[in-house]
């Protein structure tokens, strides 16, 4: 495995999938933690504004997730993408030509799951990798 990329956005979740990554990556293979940025609402010809709060906690969850990993001795390059998780981290997967993907589940139920969708669901039918939903 050379390259793994990581859904990521500080919940216990994501964490528990950096972690993961991190052992499989070992020294050997690169790993790109990836955020997602959603786009609010909608502007002028469909575009919507991004919440630079959210943008910033995004960062920093970037940073954290850069420095645990460096701590660890893995190779890590972070990704701020702004849209939808699932499009993101699968766009992010393909142009880092990612052996597997990593994301956390929060365990949404039934009813959640289908009106909110999941992400984890979502990037195992439309990624272009394997995708390992880690508990």
Known sequence: MQSIVVGYDGSP???RALD???ALAGSDAAVTVVAAVAVAGSGPRGLGGVDETERAAARESLDAARAHLEGLGVDVKAVEGIGEPAEV???AAKEANADLIVVGTRGLGAGKRIL???VSTRLAHDSPCDVLVVR
Request: aromatic share 0%.
């Open 89 to 91: 981290i699968g766009e």
């Open 20 to 22: 993961r990554a991190a």
């Open 116 to 118: 909110l969708g999941s």
């Open 13 to 15: 979740e994501s964490k």
